[in-house]
């Protein structure tokens, strides 16, 4: 993305005068593009594997699947080419641009009506999150579907890429997922992996020492002691990732499930950062798993991004992407 040069992350300015990323906090700066590149970089990447099921099939297909790739003729995406977006980051992109468009503010009714111009006329593939929340927001609903998939959870790095004020980050990363992923699942994963971003932003007592499955695990803890959410499913996902003994692409998807639903979703997203902290090896892994690895790929993304910086990224995958 072409950012102009006295590009601000914006935010309420209401609340908190605002800061001027070109002269303050440069590696804060780093951190804030590395998150967002990481993440959309990571969609981009899966977008030829994605939704395949069939481990031999995403095998024969793909026998080298070290760069980005073009989707099959008989894909989902059969209308993209290599270097686009899978819906998900489509999603996300939109989202980002309705934040650069408004200095960075987040106004909730806005950005529901500017979300339903986009999607109804939007070329790509619909899921059944997004048919259900047009319907709903058309009706003039808040919220849309009670999906547990983590496509909400997905988006949430325009969010932390424009806001400088991290909880208004975390209430605006919310309030877009449950406009189209309305569950107790999808809330509490959304805070889940926003309280870990905060911590990756802001290291402290040697915090940026430990690994992101680490940070994550901590975020865990401190979400357990606030009592707000529902941690049921993410407790059990941590258990989940804990107990493999081989973390092959074909033991996660084997064991922990490959769908789009939070139940196979945040164990295999654990278990692939349980392995590795490396970002190519880690969207490698991560891709190799099948099925739903373009959400996946975007929470992966945006948290190694957080931590690693620009310099994780290939800088051949970000050649071949799109704008």
């Known amino acids: ?11 309420n300015k209401n609340l908190q005068e605002v800061v001027d ?23 981009a990447f ?26 099959l003729p008989d894909s989902y995406h059969a209308n993209k080419n290599m270097g686009d977006q899978t819906h998900y980051g489509d999603q996300a992109r939109h989202l980002w641009q309705f934040l650069a468009d ?59 890429y ?16 449950r406009m189209t992923h309305d569950s107790q699942q999808a809330t509490a994963i959304t805070v889940l992996i926003g309280k870990t971003l905060e911590m990756l932003l802001h290291p402290s007592e040697n915090k940026d020492q ?14 357990l002691e606030e009592g707000e959410y529902d941690m049921k499913l993410i407790n059990e996902s941590f258990d989940k990732a804990n107990a493999l003994e081989d973390y092959s692409a074909r033991s996660i998807a084997e064991k922990l499930g490959q769908s789009c639903h939070a139940r196979h979703a945040l164990p295999a997203i654990l278990a692939v950062l349980k392995q590795t ?15 739903d690895s373009a959400s996946r790929a975007m929470i992966i993304g945006v948290l190694l991004g957080a931590k690693l910086g620009l310099k994780a990224i290939p800088q051949a995958w970000l050649d071949v992407m799109r704008d």
């Open 1 to 11: 993305m072409k950012k102009k040069s006295n590009r601000r992350y914006g935010f």
């Open 21 to 43: 990323m070109d002269t303050k906090n440069l590696r804060m700066d780093e951190k804030r593009n590395a998150l967002w590149l990481g993440s959309i970089a990571g969609d």
């Open 46 to 71: 899966v977008l030829g594997g994605h939704w395949i099921y069939d481990l031999d099939k995403l095998q024969a297909s793909f026998p080298d699947y070290r760069s980005p790739q073009a989707p």
């Open 102 to 160: 408004h200095d960075g503010h987040y106004d909730p009714d806005q950005y529901r009506r500017e979300w339903v111009r986009f999607i109804s006329r939007y070329d790509g593939y619909m899921d059944m999150a997004s048919k259900e929340s047009l319907t709903a927001l058309k009706k003039g609903q808040s919220f849309g579907s009670g999906s547990d998939e983590l496509g909400g959870v997905a988006r949430l790095a325009a969010m932390y």
């Open 162 to 177: 424009w806001m400088a004020d991290l909880k208004q980050a975390l209430a605006a990363a919310v309030d877009q997922n």
């Open 210 to 223: 430990l690994s992101v499955f680490e940070t994550l695990y901590r975020a865990k803890a401190q979400l």
């Open 277 to 291: 902290d490396d970002y190519e090896a880690a969207m490698k892994l991560n891709v190799r798993v099948g099925g």
